[in-house]
């Protein structure tokens, strides 16, 4: 309903791509979820969901979901906000009563919110992380799937059962990445980190049968890659910053049959995923595909839909 009491009436949006605006105006025509043709309609049904983070222009996340909801033919559009430690309790209080359908959440939100919530699952919290919240009828429900978007990129892969994994780091990106992995059994685990005693901390929590070693020792961590059939970088290191750097020293022997993994997407390829390929490792997976499967999984929880993952990767790659 508008200002003049009229129903049906929804704002038109022309756009080249998702996400790149042309020209809005107003419309008299209903909603139409089989739209087609670069016109998305937005009206009184549509539901909102959205990002919590800071910053928050810089997401890929927008793109992602408002393309899986065009394919999906649902009414609903994601947006990201900028939202700090401070502002937090008033953001989620918003989720509420603006009756928001769900939120993603990034650092340094993810345990902070924990408390604020009414459930939260049991992964979310073992891992003291929540990026995931869903509305059901103003009962908010937190969930983890950073480290479900890692097991289910490298179940297309490998058999996880049978795997040993080495991961570098132990940041929120790698306890995530860990605690799946340990729930989801895989074979063996270590973990490489600057600071040792943070990785054992980690280890200690876990089921799976793990090792501790320390990214200084290099001797080690050489070892350790020759025994590894799936590596994965959780640190912040091949970042756009830090874009030459690497957690692999460079003389650590790779094999083809490996599986190397790469939280960072920004860039696609980085020194970490250069070192496998110039080994001739024929499976390298870099942060996007890790972005798409996280994202695919909150997806599901809110809409209980699949979201077109190869479809979106594509999408998102041409955004960087």
Not at 8 to 24: E, L, Y
């Amino acid at each position: 309903m508008d200002s003049s009491g009229k129903r049906g009436v929804c704002a038109r949006i022309d756009v080249c791509d998702v996400g790149t605006c042309v020209s809005t105006r107003s419309t008299q025509r209903e909603f139409d979820p089989r739209t087609s043709g670069g016109i998305i309609l937005i009206d009184g049904h549509t539901k909102l969901y959205g990002l919590l983070a800071h910053p928050a222009a810089h997401s890929l996340s927008p793109a992602m979901h408002n393309l899986a909801f065009d394919r999906n033919q649902i009414n609903a559009r994601y947006l990201a906000f900028d939202v700090t430690p401070e502002t937090l309790p008033t953001a989620v209080n918003a989720i509420r009563d603006l009756h928001l359908g769900g939120v993603n959440l990034s650092m340094p939100l993810k345990k902070a919110v924990i408390p604020l919530l009414d459930h939260v699952s049991d992964f979310a919290q073992k891992a003291q992380s929540v990026n995931t919240i869903v509305n059901r009828d103003g009962e908010l429900y937190g969930y983890s799937t950073d480290g479900v978007g890692v097991v289910q990129a490298l179940k297309h892969h490998t058999d996880l059962s049978q795997a040993h994994v080495l991961l570098f780091g132990a940041g929120g990106a790698a306890e995530s990445a860990a605690l799946a992995l340990s729930d989801n059994g895989v074979g063996q685990l270590t973990i490489a980190n600057r600071h040792v005693e943070k990785a054992q901390n980690l280890a200690d929590r876990l089921s799976a049968l793990t090792q501790v070693i320390s990214l200084e020792d290099e001797a080690a961590v050489c070892a350790a890659v020759q025994q590894a059939d799936v590596l994965i970088n959780a640190t912040s290191l091949g970042m756009q910053v830090q874009s030459e750097l690497t957690p692999m020293p460079a003389s650590a022997q790779l094999r083809a049959d490996q599986v190397v993994m790469d939280m960072v997407y920004d860039p696609l390829v980085t020194t970490f995923l250069s070192q496998a390929k110039q080994a001739g490792v024929k499976t390298c997976l870099n942060g996007l595909s890790l972005l798409v499967a996280q994202g695919a999984a909150s997806f599901e929880l809110w809409t209980d839909t699949q979201m077109p993952v190869a479809e979106v990767e594509k999408h998102l790659a041409g955004l960087l």
